[in-house]
């Protein structure tokens, strides 16, 4: 037997919990998961367990939360999709998987690594593997780690292979390809699952580095190199780091399919009760791997559950997008299971039962996350039949043996977010191929596009001249209680580089000592006003500040016109910033409000996705799945008033993040906060439905001294931004009071065009509604008689032919469209005994088939798509019904011989 030698083998979660305390005994610190959301902006998401600690591993101090511990183990939730199409085809490939890690920063090294991997995995506490079914890498030249193996452990040397450094390096073939920085070797361990997996043997894995037998479950790698430059002779030059650190990574999936003994990760027992669901709820029964949609569907859905669990929310952009992305090919192997309503976020419970005492933020979102779920099956699956009435119309026009051009495919994709391998299925069908280089072409030119187009953004600050800023000291700044101070010019740059100084009408980046002006971040535009100065003999002069930018190291980037004399390098200045500040003030103050008035009305679901903060206005995203009805939108802005009219004070302190956090201020989930952070607070608290709402939020932005200052709030829009995103826009203080008296004065106007008064408004337009509404049912009833009269007694007006083996009635109406015109075509079909009717009119085309003939292979969808090639027009549907826009009826009537 491959499994420990229990009566029931270990589940998914106590592997998770055994991993954890086995190297809790061994003094690491447990930490929790990382976010999904990537830890810094070079990847979407975390792609690997060590990922949150790369600032440890390049020598930032090991604390973590107020704790120092050069030791620390995790279980890290983990997405990857780079090979997404690959998942559910084969047995090794997830978007989502746990990647258990212990790590070392500069404390324990190869040694310690390789007794403790030994014990865990052979322990009869732990997992009790057998020690004669384990395998082991190393790199070739690593005689260390070869000596730990063979005489510390006592692995026999036929269990053990020695690779090159693209196997056994990381990165891999680091000492010839780079990049320069931390590297090392790594060992890697697998366990022979026995014969039922395979007839190869662990020599046959030297040669062909693939096997269902032989199964990697860790990695243990060992950064002790600092790879630079390669020498004259190009060989690579590996110099010791001065101190050592371990990271290693198991994947729980793979040591659960050991310990378990099932072929795959779908077999275990996370992920089999998901498959057993999705058959249950599709009728079909699961055969294995050869059930690629039920093994997607479970894969994918158990990822966006804990994706969106973290914060993140479909859109078309970023990791919204690949988020999406995920759920749309859940959505779609849902289809050709034959979902046709939304079905797939009925999973979520079940991933929420095997997963949510590890997460339990997915405990805590799992209402949120089924209904974000819910609307995009909702969407997609109507987008799908979309895109299907679209390829049926591209189909139709095709032969057998014709190829599908790769530019109609990506249309497809782009527009309908339709699936190539979805398309290549539907077109065989038709027996039409598709030009998938041509395909990937269009896809590549337009991702070329893409990138092109946000190459550059507000960040490049100099087009590439930022070595223009190197040594200058972070700018000191005062402007929480000072919009006025005096300042010296540390720096004159622009993108041609530094200048001595500037001259009347020059635009350029100021750069001073101490500021008053605010720099753009955390959703709060930066300050303008203006830089006032004495020459000396050069006279006095000042320069318009038009907007405040700040670099990562804290230098404060002014941008500054000179309007009058000549600013240098070296002088004093006086920095004042313009009295917009306070309207900017009111609107920041007020956003944090917003944020906690609508967490109090809406529920803890309710997460910041977003904010603008300028003088004029303010905007909020957040997590929510629906439109805010009138009463929602009236609480919220009771709850703000509230807090405006108790005039509460508004203070602010910096302090250890542990300690915000446990005081209970807000963060921005996935926002990265440095050691010390500083809290906002309302010193201060109002009522909600006898709950007492308070507002704390981490935030280094301007704010009023008390919420009295805020003066007037109102919500001007709630709108949709992205699925499960919503955007409030609301106006503070002079700009509310205007807004309320522009509508005011609307009201009026439009009251007096309706003779009337602003409170009789309502009762005069439900008036006038509802004769519009009689008024078109009038004239509906004289076009279904106009139509009644026109097809005469049974559809008896209509020509019928045999065409195909069908009994075809058609006829041109006149006067009738779109509703009238299908109801029409409804009627003749039910009373005329036709097998398909065709109707036309002056710009629409309606084709119906009755069941039996579809069940005999007619098809209206393909039957209108030549239709209405033939009346100037283009269209598509289903076998049963399909309708077209036409401009010549007679000549889609005219074509009826030929179609068939």
Sequence with gaps: MTAPQTTVPLTTAQIRDRYLHFFESKQHLILPSHSTIAPDPTTLFTVAGMQPFKEQFMGAPAVFEGQASKRVTTAQKCVRVGDIENVGRTRRHLSLFEM???????????????????????????????????????????????????????????????????ENFWPANAPLEGPNGPCGPCSEIYYDRGPHYGDDTWGDYYVTRESARFLEVWNLVFPQFDRQDLDENGQPVLKDLPFKNIDTGMGLERVASVVQDVPDFYSNDVFKPLIERVAELSGKPYEGETSVSHRVVAEHIRSVSMILADGVAFSNTGRGYTTRKIARRAIRHGYMLGFREPTLYRLVELVVQRMGEAYPELQHHQARIEQALKDEEARFLHTLEGGIQRLGNLLSSLSKGDVLAGA?????????????????????????????????????????????????????????????????????????????????VLALVSAEGRFGSLSAGSEATVILSQTPFYGEGGGEVGDTGRLEWNGGSAGKGWGQVRDTQKTKQGVFLHSVLVQEGQLSEGMTVRAVVDRSRAATERHHTATHLLHAALRAVLGDGVAQKGSLVTPERLRFDFSHGAALSADEIAAVEQLVSRWVS???????????????????????????YGDTVRVVKVQGHVDYGGAMVTSMELCGGAHVKRTGDIGTFVIVSDENVAAGVRRIEALAGDAATRWVRDRLNNATKVAALLNTNPDGLEARVTGLQSQLKASEKEVAQVKRQLAEAQMGGGGSAAQTQELGGFKVASLKLAGIEGNELRAAADTMLDSSGADIVVLASDRGLVVKASKAAVERGAHAGQLVGKLAAAGGGKGGGRPDMAQAGITDAEGALGALPSAF
């Design 100 to 166: 258990m890690g212990n790590f070392s920063f500069g404390d324990y090294f190869k040694k310690d690594t390789i007794l403790w991997a030994w014990e865990f995995l052979t322990g009869p506490e732990w997992m009790g593997l057998d020690k004669d079914k384990i395998y082991v890498t190393i790199y070739k030249d690593d005689e260390e780690a070869f000596d730990y193996w063979t005489q510390l452990v006592g692995l026999s040397a036929e269990h053990i292979h020695r690779f090159d450094a693209d």
């Design 646 to 672: 108790a005039n509460f004070a508004v203070t602010w302190q910096e302090m250890p993040i542990a300690e915000a956090k446990a005081a209970g201020a807000t963060a921005l989930f996935g926002e990265k």
């Design 408 to 488: 109609s495919a990506f249309e497809l994709y782009d527009t309908y977010g339709f699936p190539v391998d979805l398309t290549r299925e539907i077109a065989e069908e038709y027996g039409v191929s598709v030009d998938e280089v041509g395909y990937a072409e269009s896809l590549e030119h337009a991702q070329k596009i893409a990138r092109e187009g946000s190459k550059y953004g507000k960040s490049e600050l100099f087009g590439g001249n930022q070595e223009a800023l190197d040594g200058l000291p972070a700018t000191e700044f005062v402007g929480y209680d000072h919009l006025d101070a005096q300042g010296q």
